[in-house]
């Protein structure tokens, strides 16, 4: 497998190492060349003051008094006359250093010259410089050895090496730390991924760092949560369904039963009918209320927004669903001052407005009033708010409404005929519109439900 450490840590030591290399070559000539030209101007200037003094006073005694000082000290002197005859020498001369010697210069500056600069190779390094006066003239040699020189510089490149050795070490280093820090986080995710498109929703991945490596982990971890959570709810849900049609499917099948029995009166055969139509009704709201959720959930349902005038719209509604509410001696009131327009899809806030006054509609007692009040709100927001004086809703259960299939005394339920969508469907609308929706309740005395848009 190609490990992206491996990748990484190879560009790492590429890169290193072609920086390293340029570095190191021109510290290597700087420091080989400065210490050859110092090594040379040394032994040129020793030449050079031996000249003086030769110029100044020449005589025997100072020939010997240079060859005893030099033959003392790591450089060697050899004087000779014009013609390049040896006067005196601080040691016995070499091969090498007679074909110097015997090599005559030509033009010779004051300063003297560098007559054998090749350390690599020969035993001495030499210089040469002129003597003149008024009775004598010669040439003043001075010889090094290179050894000391050539030891130095094996030295420094020996230095050079262990620091390249080191730095691969370092890098190698490197490369393990990388490996540790990106590879295996990034293989326990590709792990735990494959682990999800199984269907194992239960991955637990290591805690890591603030860094993007940390928040795909995150990520990750929240994916599996969610996914866990969702087919958690799609379980509870499904089971929920089957037993909501299961209890009227269960109603109907008895009741056929017992309208198909031949010793029945007419009169109790037509009731069962009955029974069976509006528990066939029930069942065909709920499924006709799943599929709305479901193209909710799918995102395939749109909403379209028109221009709507608050009281024309209002009025129409309620003088719609009236009746209904006549019919049950229960008061039905619009309050709504003035006329004001507001954006919302016109068939998707009926459904909220009447999924509502059915719920104020089941849930009050004969003789109570339902109040619908619809207000201006800032920036062509509608305020609408229904408030029942019917049963309420038990502070405890008030936040589990919206849920969906979710209603108050399940037992109690079949009396009113709910299946528990109808505030889940209302919510899920108003979301749609970018709105809000709140309730208020207290048991036996009424609910209030506001939605802004
Ligand atoms: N105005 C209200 N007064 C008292 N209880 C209410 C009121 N509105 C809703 N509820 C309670 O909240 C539960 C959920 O309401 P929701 O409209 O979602 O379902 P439903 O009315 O039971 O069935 P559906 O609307 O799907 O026919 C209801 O079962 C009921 O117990
Ligand atoms: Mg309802």
């Known amino acids: 497998m190609n490990k992206i450490s491996t990748k990484l840590a190879a560009y790492f030591t590429i890169a290193v190492f072609i920086m390293e290399g340029l570095l190191m070559l021109y510290l290597h000539d700087n420091i080989i060349d400065s210490r050859i030209q110092e090594e040379f101007q040394s032994i040129l200037?020793?030449?050079n003051s031996h000249r003086d003094v030769l110029e100044d006073r020449y005589s025997n005694n100072t020939l010997h008094h240079i060859a005893l000082m030099e033959s003392k000290t790591e450089t060697e002197v050899v004087i000779t006359d014009k013609n390049h005859h040896v006067i005196i020498s601080s040691k016995q001369l070499t091969n090498g250093m007679h074909e110097l010697i015997n090599d005559k210069p030509n033009s010779l500056p004051r300063e003297g010259r560098v007559i054998e600069a090749n350390?690599?190779?020969?035993?001495?390094?030499?210089?040469?410089?002129?003597?003149?006066?008024?009775?004598?003239?010669?040439?003043?040699?001075?010889f090094k050895s290179a050894s000391p020189l050539r030891n130095l510089i094996s030295k420094l490149n020996g230095h050079f090496l262990l620091a390249g050795i080191m730095s691969i070490m370092i890098l190698a280093g490197i490369h393990f730390l990388l490996s540790k820090m990106l590879t295996r986080p990034l293989i326990k995710m590709k792990k735990a991924t494959e682990e999800l498109s199984k269907g194992n929703f239960e991955v637990r991945l290591p805690k890591l760092g603030k860094d993007e490596l940390g928040d795909l982990s995150t990520s990750i971890q929240k994916l599996a949560n969610d996914l866990e959570t969702i087919q958690n709810d799609r379980t509870e849900f499904l089971a929920t369904i089957s037993h909501e049609l299961r209890t009227p499917l269960t109603y109907v099948?008895?009741?056929?039963?017992?309208?198909l029995r031949d010793d029945l009166l007419e009169a109790e055969r037509k009731e069962y009918l009955t029974i069976i139509q509006e528990e066939s009704k029930t069942i065909v709201t709920l499924i006709e209320n799943l599929f709305e959720l479901a193209k909710m959930d799918e995102n395939n349902f749109s909403i379209h927004m028109e221009t709507i005038y608050s009281t024309t719209f209002f009025l129409k509604i309620i003088n719609k669903i009236t009746p209904a509410f006549k019919s049950q001696g229960i008061h039905l009131v619009l309050s709504s001052k003035d006329e004001f327009s507001f954006h919302?899809?016109?068939?998707?806030?009926?459904?909220?407005i009447m999924n509502l006054l059915d719920n104020s509609l089941k849930y009050s007692k004969p003789d109570s009033t339902t109040t619908v009040i619809v207000e201006q709100g800032e920036s062509g927001k509608m305020i609408l708010t229904i408030n029942d004086e019917g049963i309420g809703i038990p502070p405890n259960e008030l936040s589990q409404v919206f849920n969906r299939l979710y209603r108050v005394e399940k037992s109690r339920s079949r009396e009113f005929g709910g299946s528990g969508l109808g505030l889940s469907i209302v919510k899920e609308?108003?979301?749609?519109?970018?709105g809000h929706i709140s309730i208020e309740s207290e048991l036996g005395?009424?609910?209030s439900i506001k939605i802004i848009l």
């Open 119 to 142: 350390w690599k190779d020969v035993n001495y390094l030499a210089t040469v410089t002129s003597y003149k006066n008024d009775s004598n003239e010669g040439y003043v040699y001075m």
């Open 344 to 352: 919302a899809d016109p068939i998707r806030l009926e459904q909220m």
């Open 429 to 434: 609308l108003v979301e749609a519109h970018g």
């Open 45 to 47: 200037s020793r030449g």
């Open 445 to 447: 005395k009424g609910t």
């Open 253 to 259: 099948q008895g009741y056929t039963n017992v309208a």
